[in-house]
């Protein structure tokens, strides 16, 4: 046997000794096999379980209570006003890079003439990234982004101001809803790449407690919910 | 038993202590604990009514993962196989090292990028690498203050605790070069402005990043970090090779059970509801990322811990690393995290030490609590921390570890306790006669073999009766 054969055999065989437990006892397979295939849920906070327009409060406060700045839009053409007064808001160049999302893509960007669209994964030299959200939780006011060129990880952690637009009937209860969704679209068992729960911009507390917000990723995170 | 990375406690904690209460820098950045996370915590528990109930499910769920671990390894191993990744089994320190570093030179490594890891300092892995001619790079901004300053953490989640923002600038100032050296760094911003400017450089150039995880998931084969920096994410995503640094006990089956244990994480630790990222890694890029590292590799590390699963530690295995104990322990909080002499400080740190070095390597740390019962209290999964310290203490009794006189002295109580006629007689006869020597003002100067409380201290004496004459008396009255 191999080497690496050996350690993973002598961990697998010292568990199993630890635990009393013989190899292919089908009843202890039973267990592991029906918890994988059957992920019961646990407790979910009552929170959570709100009608439509209070969840979409929760889901705000949250985020605004983690240093988020969040839009409400009615239409797509708020949705494109809303980012660039953002961004001048903020002193940035009128200018975004985003992924090939089809959404964000035919956002009718001629509302605000002038912007500037780069395409594909952030290399830290863009100031500003934008991602749609594949779903969020409002219990916590948690975004969720998963990986792809249709929203390349890196737009969520290079450019110092990071955008993320989230549709209203994206937006569900909790983390188990969350994980439900992912089932649908990657199938039981699987998941791409990268899953990212975001709830704020990147900050750190490490020196004497004291929060600064923008430590190695974005400095601002500005969240537009269209819908 | 694991062998004896450099983290094993080394010096006396007597002495470290004794260091550490005169030290006014450390006192003054230990209240940050006491002033910031203990109420932070509270405010978030009750927030969640359901706090409680998570605290059994997760309990339970660590317990169901631990007695099926074998077969929840192999269920993990599997999925990330799948997803194009490779697990790696390190039954100790040095072999975790040498996978690691094999990986690393595979890779062509020159510079590495690392997430915060308690496992990485565990099994010394930083020097390991440096060795070997290769440059690792702390990303978290504690992490990369104490690898300048070449020091340890002192807090599991908050590694730089113990320092304040004068001694950070002074370090800033003599390790980050090229910039000019009368540059203001008075504030917390400030620092934390030139450390991302810093980092970045080591993020974009770096070939291989090694975080840890605070979870794996069985289900899916995934690894899960925890952060609010986003430096985790910048270093599992940027490099062209990931390596997740993980102990065993970090199993949970499903994204469910992860979601009931994060749901306490974060709280316990920080106050937060949820921290800033909370990110799932599945395996490498798939084929059309435009981003992501092309190669996965999970390093599954045991150290001891197989040898805890069963026996009386066993259930030390559920700790997620909150810090919580550490932030409600009254002795964390007078001498902080080195006075322990190891990589894990405080209750959590009393116990899991002796498990990985040996109660002869770490003897002293059950021994530094007053069993208070604190950290039981606020332990997310509900470890009986004192009790394990407890057993520590037992067997280190039953080794033969502590001095001649503590051994007699404890000898001596227990053959008294277990006879209650001789104890009450004995008892009854020597109150009386305290009580006496003490004279008027009821306080001794100096006591033979307690010279360690009189040299700083008078000694109350008793008052002249026992409890339980006292009592006896009281209840005949009307």
Known sequence: MSQAGQHRQSILSAVRTALGARLGDPARDAAVTERLRGHPRGTVPARAHQDEPALLDLFQSMLESQGTEVTRATTPEEAVQAIAADLRLHHLPLALRLGEDEVLRTLPWGATPGIKLCFGAADGDDRAGLSRAVAAAAETGTLVLVSGPDNPTTLAFLPESHKVLIHRVDIVPCYEDVFDRLRAIYGEGGLPRTVNLISGPSRTADIEQTIVRGAHGPKRLHVVILG | ?478
């Not at chain 2, 503590?406 to 000898?411: D, P, T, V």
């Open chain 2, 1 to 478: 038993m694991a062998d004896a990375a450099k983290a094993a406690p080394t010096h006396s904690f007597s002495e470290a202590a004794a260091q550490a209460l005169a030290d006014q820098d450390l006192q003054r950045a230990l209240l940050n604990v006491k002033r910031g996370f203990i109420a932070k915590r509270a405010k978030a528990r009750d927030k969640l009514p359901e706090f409680a109930r998570l605290r059994d499910e997760a309990k339970a769920i660590k317990d169901h993962t631990l007695s099926y671990l074998d077969l929840y390894l192999e269920a993990y191993e599997r999925k990330v196989i799948e997803s194009g990744g490779e697990v790696h089994f390190a039954p100790t320190a040095k072999d975790a090292r040498d996978i690691v570093l094999r990986l690393c030179r595979d890779a062509g490594a020159r510079l590495v990028t690392k997430g915060k890891s308690m496992v990485s300092e565990e099994i010394g892995l930083d020097d390991h690498l440096e060795a070997a001619g290769i440059e690792v790079a702390e990303t978290d901004l504690g992490e990369h203050i104490l690898q300048i300053r070449g020091d340890t953490p002192s807090h599991i989640i908050a590694p730089v605790i113990h320092l304040n923002k004068e001694t950070i600038a002074a370090d800033f100032i003599r390790d980050h070069d090229g910039l000019p050296p009368g540059r203001s760094l008075d504030t917390v911003p400030d620092l934390v402005a030139e450390a991302r400017a810093v980092l970045r450089e080591k993020f974009l150039g770096a070939d291989v990043g090694i975080t840890g995880a605070n979870l794996l998931i069985a289900e899916t084969g995934s690894s899960v970090i925890v952060t609010n920096e986003g430096n985790g994410d910048l270093t599992e995503t940027l490099p062209a090779t990931h390596i997740v640094l993980a102990s065993i006990e970090k199993l949970v089956p499903t994204l469910e059970d992860a979601a009931t244990v994060l749901r306490l994480l974060a709280r316990s630790a920080t106050g937060q509801e949820i921290t800033t990222y909370t990110t799932f890694a599945t395996g490498p890029a798939r084929a059309d990322d435009p981003d992501g590292p092309r190669a996965y590799h999970v390093v599954l590390l045991d150290n001891g811990r197989s040898g805890m699963l069963g026996n009386e530690f066993h259930d030390m295995l559920r700790c997620i690393r909150c810090g919580a104990c550490l932030n409600h322990c009254p002795v964390y909080g007078a001498i902080g995290g080195h006075a322990y002499g190891s990589v894990y400080p405080g209750p959590m740190g009393a116990v899991l030490t002796p498990a990985l070095y040996g109660i002869d390597q770490a003897r002293d740390l059950p021994n530094a609590s007053s069993f208070c019962g604190r950290c039981e209290e606020v332990c997310p999964m509900a470890i009986p921390l004192p009790a394990l310290m407890r057993k520590w203490r037992e067997r280190d009794f039953d080794r033969g570890n502590p001095p001649f006189r503590q051994r007699l002295a404890l000898k001596s109580w227990a053959f008294l306790a277990k006879r209650p006629r001789l104890y009450h007689a004995l008892s009854g006869f020597v109150m009386p006669v305290l009580a006496r020597l003490a004279g008027a003002d009821g306080r001794f100067r100096h006591f033979p073999l307690a010279e360690a409380w009189t040299g700083t201290r008078d000694l109350p004496a008793p008052e002249g009766e026992t409890f339980q004459a006292r009592y006896r008396k009281s209840r005949v009255k009307p």
